[in-house]
Structures are given as structure tokens and as C-alpha cells.
């Protein structure tokens, strides 16, 4: 495949690990993935919202979703080609490693300078470009699972993945929580602890060399066509991707909206909203961690991925009803607790699953991964737009998010069932 990143020299650059340069790996794989989820779930469902909301009130949800809409369509396109650039990168840091640091360091300053911001313009902006490198690193990071950890242990490599993003999402929106009223501040936490761990991941997790690497010649037309995976070819590939999609389509609707949900469903004031956001992810952090630790070494134990993923699927749609039926703070208490069952039990084993659904003759991880990356992003661009509208349609009445959620959510427990690849 001509343009592709399929290597013509140098063979199988994967390098599984084992023993203590094992361990090492997977503790700093969950301490980069809790990082970053704290600074999307703190940015995306606390940082942002506020100021976007100090801006003009009346029009915050419109707003918002303008935000995500735009961060999220350059999100989408730069997660899958840092990927395929990534398979072609030759460097004495090895493929992977480059991307890592400078996306971080980049994403880190772009971050920051989304706090300076005092117009939606420029906060969209500034907050674009931050997207763009911290998915540039989002992407290369995530393939080290499959260059680095061999598939009988992927389902232990993925708990400890999904472990890290739950604990990470939780505490992220705890610590903005309480630097709401400060964001410069919240910013700049979240922006060093990035650069931080992205640049100790590197050094304590060394990289094979990938000089010796000949890619095929580079042909922008072939390039541009290998982004583009035959559901009738790889059926399995399509299957997993429609089942991560929806189930994040459904999810995002409602945890975008979560501090406007708090102020405007459940009726609570802008500082107590806050708090209490804080203290649903705490809920929610305590069942992920039980959870996703659980079932990522459950799913090796027995060998199995998909009763997991359908299972949990199912448990986030009853997590979405309860608000529903129980409006008020301890209905949110109970939906935390819920929805981190499922969705921890989903993290654990969805990157174990991905990564054994691809394409075996593409010799394109990283770009492949970066496809199913997509995902997550594109679903992060349509579900603030299509709540807006949803809100739009019903008043402003929060509960149609529920619902929508429960729909979704629940439709995607049905795409894993297909796959025949794996049990």
C-alpha cells in the first residue's frame, strides 16, 4: 500500500516487555491516561463551561456546544494522522516517543493560554490548538499498548488504562471543582501536570530506536486513501467502531452538559453545582476503580472480551434512567455510583478489544488506532451540538439528555455481538 506507514525494512518494530520494564510501563500508561483525562473531564465539564458562561450567561449551552463542535472536528482529523505520521517517524526516541513529548509540551502551552482568553473566538482557538497537540499525543501514546504488551496481557494493560482515565476523569473535576473561581490557576495545573508525566514517560520507558525504519515512498493520494478501512473487508473493525461510537455518543451528551444539568435540572446554585459535581465524580471515581481493575483482569483470566463490553453497556443505560426517575442530588449520587460500573467495566477491556480487531496486514497500528480513536472524537463533536438542539426542541428540559443517552448507549451493546475475531 503505497503512501500507507506499511514498513519496506525493518520488519516487526513491536517490542513486547516483560518483568519489571513490564510494571513500569503499565503504572506510567495509567499515570499519563489519569493525567489526561483530568485535564479533559476538568477542562471540558468545569474549566471551560465556566468561563464560557461568564461570557454571556443567557447563551452558555449555544455557546459551549459551538466550542466543542469546532475543538472536535480538529481533534478528529489529528488523532488519525499523528498516528499514521507516527508509523513513519524515524528517530534515535524510537516512533512514538517524539509525539509524545512535543504534543504534551505544545498541548500544555496552548492550555495555558486558553486561561488568558476573554473572548469565545479566541478561547476557541487557543483551546483548538491545545486539542490538536494533546490528540497528537493522545494517539502514539495509546498504540504503545499494542506495540509494547502482547494480547494475552492486553486485558491487564487496558484495566490499568481504564483504571488510570476513570480515576483521572474523577479527579480532574474534583480539582476543578475547587479552582473554578480561580482559572488562570486550574489552567496552569492541569497544563504542567501534562508536560510533566508526558516527558517522564518517555525517559523511564525507552523506546526502541526507529532510524533503521524504511517506510514505502510517501504518495499523498495512497495516504490519504489508507485512512479509509473496508467494513465489508474487516467487518470486525466496523462492528467495534459502531459500538465505541454510539456508546460515547450517548455518554458525552450528558457528561458535557453535567454542570448545567446540576444548575438547571436539579436547580442548584453555580457554587453549590461545583461542589456537588466534585462530589459525583468522587462517587463515580470509587465504582470505576472496583470496576475497571476487576474486569480488565477478569477478561484475561477468561479469555473473553465482549460479554464485558455488552454487560457494561447495559448497566451505563439503567445508570441514565435514574435521574430521570429521581430528579434531585441523591438521584445524581446514585447515577455516579451506577454509570461507574459500567463505564469502568467498559474502559477496562474497549483499548484490549480495539487493539485486537485490527486490520493484521495494513502493518499501520498506530494510524488503525487512531481511526478507532475517532471514535471517542467524533461522537465529542456531534453530542453537544445534538444536545443543544434536543434542548432546544423540549424548552431546555435536561431530562431529553437522559434519554437520548439511554438510547444510545443501550444501541451499542448490540454492534459488539457481530464480532468474530474475538470471544
Given at each position: 500500500?503505497?503512501?500507507?506507514?506499511?514498513?519496506?525494512?525493518?520488519?516487526?518494530?513491536?517490542?513486547?516487555?516483560?518483568?519489571?520494564p513490564r510494571w513500569v510501563?503499565?503504572?506510567?500508561?495509567?499515570?499519563?491516561?489519569?493525567?489526561?483525562?483530568?485535564?479533559?473531564?476538568?477542562?471540558?465539564?468545569?474549566?471551560?463551561?465556566?468561563?464560557?458562561?461568564?461570557?454571556?450567561?443567557?447563551?452558555?449551552?449555544?455557546?459551549?456546544?459551538?466550542?466543542?463542535?469546532?475543538?472536535?472536528?480538529?481533534?478528529?482529523?489529528?488523532?488519525?494522522?499523528?498516528?499514521?505520521?507516527?508509523?513513519?517517524?524515524?528517530?534515535?526516541?524510537?516512533?512514538?516517543?517524539?509525539?509524545?513529548?512535543?504534543?504534551?509540551?505544545?498541548?500544555?502551552?496552548?492550555?495555558?493560554?486558553?486561561?488568558?482568553?476573554?473572548?469565545?473566538?479566541?478561547?476557541?482557538?487557543?483551546?483548538?490548538?491545545?486539542?490538536?497537540?494533546?490528540?497528537?499525543?493522545?494517539?502514539?501514546?495509546?498504540?504503545?499498548?499494542?506495540?509494547?504488551?502482547?494480547?494475552?496481557?492486553?486485558?491487564?494493560?487496558?484495566?490499568?488504562?481504564?483504571?488510570?482515565?476513570?480515576?483521572?476523569?474523577?479527579?480532574?473535576?474534583?480539582?476543578?471543582?475547587?479552582?473554578?473561581?480561580?482559572?488562570?490557576?486550574?489552567?496552569?495545573?492541569?497544563?504542567?501536570?501534562?508536560?510533566?508525566?508526558?516527558?517522564?514517560?518517555?525517559?523511564?520507558?525507552?523506546?526502541?530506536?526507529?532510524?533503521?525504519?524504511?517506510?514505502?515512498?510517501?504518495?499523498?493520494?495512497?495516504?490519504?486513501?489508507?485512512?479509509?478501512?473496508?467494513?465489508?473487508?474487516?467487518?470486525?473493525?466496523?462492528?467495534?467502531?459502531?459500538?465505541?461510537?454510539?456508546?460515547?455518543?450517548?455518554?458525552?451528551?450528558?457528561?458535557?452538559?453535567?454542570?448545567?444539568?446540576?444548575?438547571?435540572?436539579?436547580?442548584l446554585p453555580v457554587d453549590?453545582?461545583?461542589?456537588?459535581?466534585?462530589?459525583?465524580?468522587?462517587?463515580?471515581?470509587?465504582?470505576?476503580?472496583?470496576?475497571?481493575?476487576?474486569?480488565?483482569?477478569?477478561?484475561?483470566?477468561?479469555?473473553?472480551?465482549?460479554?464485558?463490553?455488552?454487560?457494561?453497556?447495559?448497566?451505563m443505560a439503567v445508570a441514565?434512567?435514574?435521574?430521570?426517575?429521581?430528579?434531585?442530588?441523591?438521584?445524581?449520587?446514585?447515577?455516579?455510583?451506577?454509570?461507574?460500573?459500567?463505564?469502568?467495566?467498559?474502559?477496562?477491556?474497549?483499548?484490549?478489544?480495539?487493539?485486537?480487531?485490527?486490520?493484521?496486514?495494513?502493518?499501520?497500528?498506530?494510524?488503525?488506532?487512531?481511526?478507532?480513536?475517532?471514535?471517542?472524537?467524533?461522537?465529542?463533536?456531534?453530542?453537544?451540538?445534538?444536545?443543544?438542539?434536543?434542548?432546544?426542541?423540549?424548552?431546555?428540559?435536561?431530562?431529553?439528555?437522559?434519554?437520548?443517552?439511554?438510547?444510545?448507549?443501550?444501541?451499542?451493546?448490540?454492534?459488539?455481538?457481530?464480532?468474530?475475531?474475538?470471544?
Amino acid at each position: 500500500m503505497p503512501g500507507s506507514a506499511r514498513l519496506v525494512d525493518g520488519g516487526d518494530t513491536s517490542e513486547h516487555v516483560a518483568g519489571r520494564p513490564r510494571w513500569v510501563l503499565l503504572w506510567s500508561l495509567l499515570t499519563n491516561f489519569f493525567v489526561l483525562l483530568a485535564l479533559y473531564n476538568g477542562v471540558i465539564s468545569v474549566l471551560l463551561p465556566n468561563q464560557v458562561a461568564a461570557l454571556d450567561p443567557a447563551s452558555k449551552a449555544e455557546n459551549l456546544a459551538l466550542v466543542m463542535f469546532v475543538t472536535s472536528i480538529f481533534s478528529t482529523l489529528a488523532t488519525p494522522i499523528s498516528g499514521a505520521l507516527s508509523d513513519r517517524t524515524r528517530s534515535r526516541w524510537g516512533r512514538r516517543s517524539p509525539w509524545i513529548a512535543l504534543g504534551s509540551l505544545i498541548g500544555a502551552a496552548c492550555l495555558f493560554g486558553t486561561s488568558l482568553m476573554t473572548t469565545l473566538w479566541s478561547i476557541t482557538v487557543l483551546w483548538v490548538m491545545a486539542a490538536i497537540a494533546l490528540n497528537s499525543m493522545q494517539g502514539p501514546l495509546s498504540t504503545v499498548v499494542a506495540d509494547r504488551v502482547g494480547p494475552e496481557s492486553r486485558g491487564t494493560a487496558s484495566g490499568f488504562i481504564g483504571a488510570g482515565m476513570t480515576a483521572g476523569g474523577t479527579v480532574g473535576i474534583i480539582v476543578a471543582g475547587h479552582l473554578a473561581s480561580t482559572l488562570v490557576l486550574g489552567y496552569l495545573v492541569f497544563a504542567l501536570a501534562i508536560a510533566a508525566c508526558c516527558v517522564a514517560f518517555v525517559l523511564l520507558n525507552r523506546e526502541r530506536p526507529s532510524t533503521h525504519i524504511r517506510p514505502a515512498p510517501f504518495h499523498l493520494g495512497s495516504f490519504l486513501r489508507s485512512f479509509w478501512i473496508n467494513p465489508r473487508r474487516y467487518p470486525d473493525f466496523g462492528w467495534a467502531f459502531l459500538g465505541r461510537f454510539t456508546i460515547y455518543l450517548g455518554y458525552q451528551g450528558v457528561v458535557t452538559y453535567q454542570l448545567y444539568i446540576l444548575q438547571d435540572y436539579i436547580q442548584l446554585p453555580v457554587d453549590q453545582a461545583n461542589i456537588v459535581i466534585g462530589n459525583i465524580s468522587m462517587i463515580t471515581f470509587v465504582t470505576l476503580m472496583l470496576s475497571g481493575l476487576c474486569s480488565g483482569f477478569l477478561s484475561d483470566r477468561v479469555g473473553r472480551r465482549k460479554p464485558f463490553v455488552f454487560f457494561s453497556s447495559v448497566v451505563m443505560a439503567v445508570a441514565c434512567a435514574v435521574p430521570l426517575l429521581l430528579p434531585t442530588v441523591n438521584g445524581m449520587y446514585l447515577y455516579a455510583a451506577i454509570i461507574g460500573l459500567g463505564y469502568g467495566a467498559f474502559t477496562a477491556v474497549d483499548m484490549a478489544l480495539m487493539t485486537q480487531v485490527l486490520p493484521k496486514d495494513t502493518g499501520s497500528t498506530g494510524k488503525d488506532l487512531g481511526i478507532l480513536t475517532t471514535a471517542i472524537n467524533i461522537p465529542q463533536a456531534i453530542s453537544p451540538v445534538m444536545s443543544a438542539w434536543l434542548l432546544g426542541l423540549s424548552g431546555g428540559d435536561y431530562g431529553v439528555l437522559f434519554i437520548a443517552a439511554i438510547i444510545f448507549v443501550f444501541l451499542s451493546s448490540f454492534f459488539v455481538l457481530p464480532i468474530r475475531s474475538v470471544r
